[in-house]
């Protein structure tokens, strides 16, 4: 009896397994389709000078609209696709996308600053990324500064030869390269030394606790100090309070992203708060990051 009851538990377990496992298989091939039928987009969340409320920025943040299930987040698909390879042309669709985006805008007499996009580490295996950055870059007359890269840990960067002539061949490109979630998971202080980042981005775990941890006060203290003192400019992420945005700037962290100021929409929804392209004759000018 005991035996039996064990096997059907065992069972069950294996039930509970395999109906994980058919979900990936099944969320693999929904994403190989998605990728065919164009259901990945872009939205967009502002970069500001908390000191002024100017939008400096933006960041591209990948949506995937889902046929039946609406709009799913890359917290849902982007280590699915790290794993099964389909990073690279989720992430050849980004870098299009954010591109030709861009052009609208400017077409359209709009400009929202450099535009950052998130590339995973797996695609500075590709040998052939900044080429085809540089491509896509021709193709929608984007120039030097208009276009940023963030390194999302969500790998170790592995054979850091080909990561530096790449990163080394983007920056020749005119883009910058900022070190993302600083402060979690593998951004750590190795990858400043390697990297030698434009800029790095607090990840919110040290953001959220603001103003009363003392201790997250300490760690964004000593990262503004570390930042300073190597050149690196910093932007904090996750900025939902005006008592966050007010110890940030106590702190001299001026940079700033959050749903505080914007949350992640679509690019139509932005245009109107964009500045004037060209800018007018008198105008103050864009503030570039
Ligand atoms: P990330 O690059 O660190 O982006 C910041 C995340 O925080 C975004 O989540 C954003 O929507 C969210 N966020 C912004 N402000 C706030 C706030 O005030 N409070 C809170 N709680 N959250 C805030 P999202 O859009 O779900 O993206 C998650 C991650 O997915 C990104 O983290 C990035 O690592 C990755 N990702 C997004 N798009 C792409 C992409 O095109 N390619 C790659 N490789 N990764 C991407
Ligand atoms: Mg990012
Ligand atoms: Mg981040
Ligand atoms: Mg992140």
Request: proline letters at 4%; hydrophobic letters at 45%.
């Amino acid at each position: 009896r005991a035996k039996q009851l064990g096997r059907s538990r065992y069972s069950f377990f294996q039930q509970d397994m395999d109906a994980a496992a058919v979900q990936r298989m099944e969320l693999e091939r929904e994403l190989k389709l998605a990728l065919e039928r164009d259901e990945l987009l872009l939205h967009y969340q502002a970069v500001v000078d908390a000191r002024t409320g100017a939008w400096s920025g933006l960041e591209a943040l990948m949506r995937w609209q889902h046929p039946q299930r609406g709009l799913v987040m890359p917290g849902q698909f982007i280590e699915l696709a790290e794993e099964t390879g389909q990073i690279l042309d989720l992430g050849w669709s980004t870098i299009e996308q954010a591109c030709a985006q861009l052009a609208r805008w400017k077409a359209s007499g709009r400009h929202p600053g450099p535009i950052s996009i998130n590339l995973s580490a797996l695609q500075f295996r590709e040998p052939r990324l900044a080429e085809r950055i540089a491509e896509a870059m021709r193709r929608h007359a984007v120039t030097p500064g208009e276009l940023a890269i963030e390194l999302t840990e969500s790998s170790l960067l592995t054979d850091t030869d080909t990561v530096l002539q790449t990163l080394a061949r983007l920056s020749e490109l005119g883009l910058s390269l900022s070190v993302d979630d600083f402060g979690t998971g593998y951004s750590s202080l190795a990858y400043l030394k390697l990297l030698r980042p434009a800029r790095l981005k607090i990840d919110r775990a040290f953001v959220r606790d603001l103003p009363s941890s003392a201790d997250d006060r300490a760690l964004v203290r000593a990262m503004m100090g570390m930042a300073e003192a190597l050149g690196i400019d910093v932007v904090a992420e996750g900025v939902e309070t005006e008592a966050q945005r007010d110890a940030l700037l106590a702190l001299g962290c001026w940079q700033q992203q959050g749903y505080f100021y914007c949350r992640p929409q679509p690019a139509a929804a932005l245009a109107e708060r964009l500045a004037v392209w060209p800018p007018q004759a008198g105008a103050s000018r864009l503030a570039r990051g």
